[in-house]
């Protein structure tokens, strides 16, 4: 649908007003129409394309259909009567051609509002590792390097709010740490990192050199990190245990932090490294079980959960924690292949944490 501007046309724009207030939650109709010259609609739906997910990916098998907005995006964006460019904010990218990987990245680099890029990785690319010298004002940047995130074709249209995806870097993580750092400052203004990796550690969390300096190059914009392991067996022969504790010390404005391990006691160690000036507001840690004991031998696992929240609980007794607002604890009822000597005994750990509600705290307990 294509509305001529009201100087070649007969119908009122109050008509063409209403029509499109009509429209206006017709995501799929609004998406073919909007592109259209919109300087004389006085009240544009720009909001609508806030966020969109442009996608070009080519099935085989006769139930899969091939799926390509891209080349149409491009046709539309160049069109001197576009309108939409500066109204997109997040943008989900699945696109298997190189050549047109760049020239969409190109066109949204013309969007001064778009700070979030969730980047599907369908296709073994490198791509994505210079798109932050176009997009320079990114600010929420997202890796899925899995082609299973795009699982139906009829929620490829739009996307009401861009979700950060679930995702796991194997053996190359270090490697895509040591390469944020050779980025230019000015491209490494991030506020919130989410990575979770493949490790086989029983203690500490491996190789953690690399995201120490990362993490100390974005120091002071920083505000939300999330960073955690998912054990794999068959990356138990490429991970050492032996690594430095994870360094929050430069993290100046953390406000939110989430662990994801095994081994609490690395947990203790990353905590133990926050200033006492810290503004930090909540906290999740998530402590999962060790799975090992079963195909590694010189892995056994001799934790006791008691033992390790009795030790967690007087580091955040400290003062650098007395700002935390919110509490998450995600406990298994077991950590490895000991048991706590008794029900009691892990109640005697929380209750050291109950103390805490005396501050207003929130604490939620998942066991």
């Not at 909007?34 to 720009?46: E, M």
């Not at 969390?205 to 690399?210: A, E, M």
Request: proline residues 3%; charged residues 20%.
């Amino acid at each position: 649908m294509a509305i001529a501007p009201p100087n070649i046309s007969n119908t009122p724009t109050e008509v063409l007003e209403k029509v499109l207030d009509f429209l206006q939650n017709d995501r799929a109709s609004l998406y073919s129409a909007s592109f259209v010259n919109r300087n004389w609609i006085y009240a544009p739906r720009r909001h609508l394309f806030g966020q969109i997910i442009i996608i070009e990916i080519y099935r085989r098998g006769r139930l899969l259909k091939d799926v390509d907005n891209a080349r149409p995006f491009l046709e539309l964006t160049c069109s001197q009567h576009s309108t939409i460019l500066p109204a997109i904010q997040g943008v989900v990218l699945a696109v298997t051609t190189t050549k047109l990987i760049e020239e969409v990245i190109e066109v949204l680099s013309l969007s001064k509002a778009l700070t979030r890029l969730t980047y599907i990785n369908i296709i073994p690319s490198n791509l994505i590792f210079w798109t932050s010298h176009y997009l320079s004002d990114i600010r929420d940047l997202a890796f899925d390097l899995t082609s299973s995130a795009v699982t139906d074709d009829a929620c490829l249209t739009f996307y009401r709010i861009i979700s950060r995806p679930t995702y796991t870097l194997g053996a190359d993580c270090e490697e895509v740490l040591k390469w944020l750092q050779t980025l230019d400052g000015i491209h490494l203004a991030l506020e919130t990192f989410d990575l979770r990796i493949h490790r086989s550690c029983h203690s500490s969390w491996g190789l953690s050199d690399s995201l120490n300096a990362f993490l100390g190059q974005i120091s002071h914009t920083l505000q939300d990190l999330s960073w955690g392991i998912d054990y794999d067996v068959d990356l138990a022969e490429k991970s050492l245990d032996e690594g430095p504790p994870v360094d929050l010390n430069a993290l100046v404005n953390l406000r939110s932090v989430t662990f994801r391990t095994h081994d609490l006691n690395a947990v203790c160690d990353a905590l133990q490294s926050i200033k006492l000036s810290s503004s930090l507001e909540a906290m999740t840690i998530h402590a999962i079980p060790w799975g090992f004991d079963k195909f590694i031998k010189d892995k056994q696992c001799h934790c006791i959960l008691h033992a390790r929240l009795t030790k967690l609980a007087s580091i955040l007794d400290g003062k650098q924690f007395t700002g935390i607002k919110h509490l998450e604890l995600r406990l298994p009822g077991k950590l490895g292949m000991v048991f706590a000597a008794a029900e009691l005994e892990m109640i005697t750990a929380l209750e050291q944490w109950m103390k805490w509600n005396e501050r207003g705290i929130q604490i939620i307990v998942h066991v």
